[in-house]
Each structure stands twice: as C-alpha cells, then as structure tokens.
Nanobody, 123 residues
Framework: QVQLVESGGGLVQTGGSLRLSCAAS????????TGWFRQAPGKEREFVAA????????LYADSVKGRFTISRDNAKNTVYLQMNSLKPEDTAIYYC????????????????WGQGTQVTVSS
C-alpha cells in the first residue's frame, strides 16, 4: 500500500503563500486519486482539494477556490498544494490522502492518509 508524507507547512502572515508537498512511497502516486483535507482545532475535518490520477480533473472547496492550486508530478511521485493569499481561517493541520477510486470530496472514500503538516496563518 502507498505511504504518504506531507511537508511544507509552517507559520506565515496573512496574504502569504506556502506550498505543501505530499510525497508517496511504496507505490506510485499515479495509481491514486489524491486529495488534501484540513482540520482546525475544535472543528471537523474538511475537504480542500483533489486531483484525479492523470491530473485532468481537479476539485476545490469553495473557501479556497481561486487561492489554492492542487497539482501532481507523477515522475516525482508527489502531489502539491500551492496556497496563496492565505487567511487566518486557513490555519489547520493539512492532510494528504489517496484512494484508487474516482475523484471525491468525501474523506471516508480515501483509504490512505499522511500524518499531516501544520499551517498557521497569523493576522
């Protein structure tokens, strides 16, 4: 089964940018639909973005549309989340997830998860 490791989180000011990476191992990321989810303290996990296996189709939460971009580099076995114009409400732990099924916004459809990376946006 695939293993996922996120990186790239950190502390940034409002309006700043970060790029998160999700590196896959043991299996090729090209076999999986991949998504990003986030969970803020005291809140439920929520969908952020997803991309299908061959990067033809992407989905975004309304709250990040136009600010975040999901992409994948199958040759590097990595999926990225470019986050621009960050807001304090984007503060959360961000998780990468993968599934060998179709594109989905639903967390329960994803079988494989990384450990998460913290993103903190200061006001």
């Amino acid at each position: 089964q695939v293993q996922l490791v996120e990186s790239g989180g950190g502390l940034v000011q409002t309006g700043g940018s970060l790029r998160l990476s999700c590196a896959a191992s043991r299996r090729s990321i090209s076999e999986y639909t991949t998504g990003w989810f986030r969970q803020a303290p005291g809140k439920e996990r929520e969908f952020v973005a997803a991309i299908n296996k061959i990067a033809e189709i992407t989905l975004y939460a309304d709250s990040v549309k136009g600010r975040f971009t999901i992409s994948r580099d199958n040759a590097k076995n990595t999926v990225y989340l470019q986050m621009n114009s960050l807001k304090p409400e984007d503060t959360a732990i961000y998780y990468c997830a993968a599934d060998d099924g179709p594109l989905s916004r639903r967390g329960w459809t994803y079988d494989y998860w990384g450990q998460g990376t913290q993103v903190t946006v200061s006001s």
